[in-house]
């Protein structure tokens, strides 16, 4: 079985087209058809998510949970899921119908693979826009490339359900970049396969995004980043990982000066001098 999760706050507006690009996949919808399952989960939306997916019957099953943020919404639809499989959609992108059935062919010919991306569109308020050259994706050992920006794109991945038994879940004390967070983790354990042909529709520029509602972004990288030299890494991964953190704590240090918020600046200046005096041995 696969388990699609759909985590959601007032998307009403956007939420249908999502549903309706999961129940229009072709791995669904041939002859005899695989088993899946739809959980949208409703982060105390105030608009009429419910409708919209109740709307569905029994095709989709509603979550409700009082807003706590996206982070534990992706887990109670992980917590509740009953899939050998796992993908994850954000209610404003969307999927071409060939989407799954791509990556279950690739993770039947290769059962070692935990985790396959694909490449995307990208659309900003309307418009077709290029990714710029550092949002590239990789296939393989990416742990490097996946500490100076998010690589994962949740809405394109496909993960065997064990994998979070083995990274866990994801950090509901972040805000944001949950996502990043959880890149990290799953690279510093298995390789990426990536599809290079595009399988999603990421839809942006809409004011209610996270990176609008919060300034600075590197904020929760670096706490990420912290947390990552915790985990079981190289000594090179970990040089790695203490460069990247002192390079975005510097960022943040002119961004708090540049909004007087001195006393955040002076917290970015004790990590820049905590982690420059603890270069790891070669």
Not at 22 to 46: K, R
Not at 78 to 86: A, N, P, Q, R, T
Not at 116 to 135: A, D, L, M
């Amino acid at each position: 079985m696969i388990s699609v999760i759909i985590p959601t706050y007032n998307r009403a507006s956007c939420l249908n087209e999502a549903i309706q690009s999961v129940l229009s996949q072709d791995y669904f919808n041939h002859q005899g058809g695989y088993p899946f399952e739809l959980i949208v989960v409703d982060d105390g939306s105030t608009d009429h998510t419910q409708e919209v997916v109740e709307s569905y019957g029994d095709k989709v099953k509603y979550i409700y949970q009082e807003h706590s943020g996206v982070s534990r919404a992706r887990n109670l639809g992980l917590e509740l899921s009953k899939g050998h499989f796992i993908a994850y959609l954000d209610s404003d992108d969307l999927w071409e119908k060939d989407k799954i059935r791509s990556q279950m062919s690739l993770m039947k010919v290769f059962p070692e693979t935990m985790i396959s991306y694909t490449q995307e569109i990208w659309i900003r308020k309307g418009v077709r826009v290029n990714p710029k050259k550092k949002h590239r994706k990789y296939s393989g050992w990416i742990f490097d490339k996946s500490l100076s920006l998010c690589l994962l794109s949740l809405s394109s991945a496909l993960f065997r359900e064990e994998i979070f038994q083995e990274v866990g879940f994801f950090d509901e004390q972040l805000p944001a970049c949950e996502d990043y967070d959880m890149g990290i983790r799953i690279a510093s354990r298995y390789p990426f396969h990536l599809i290079s042909k595009p399988l999603i529709i990421k839809r942006g520029g809409h004011s209610d995004q996270l990176s609008r509602k919060f300034w600075g972004m590197d904020r929760f990288r670096v706490r990420a980043l912290e947390k990552a030299l915790n985990l079981s890494l190289t000594s090179p991964q970990k040089e790695l990982v203490r460069k990247e953190m002192i390079r975005k704590c510097r960022i943040l240090v002119k961004g708090c000066q540049k909004r007087r918020k001195n006393q955040e600046a002076k917290k970015y200046l004790r990590i820049i001098q905590k982690y420059e005096g603890s270069k790891e041995d070669p």
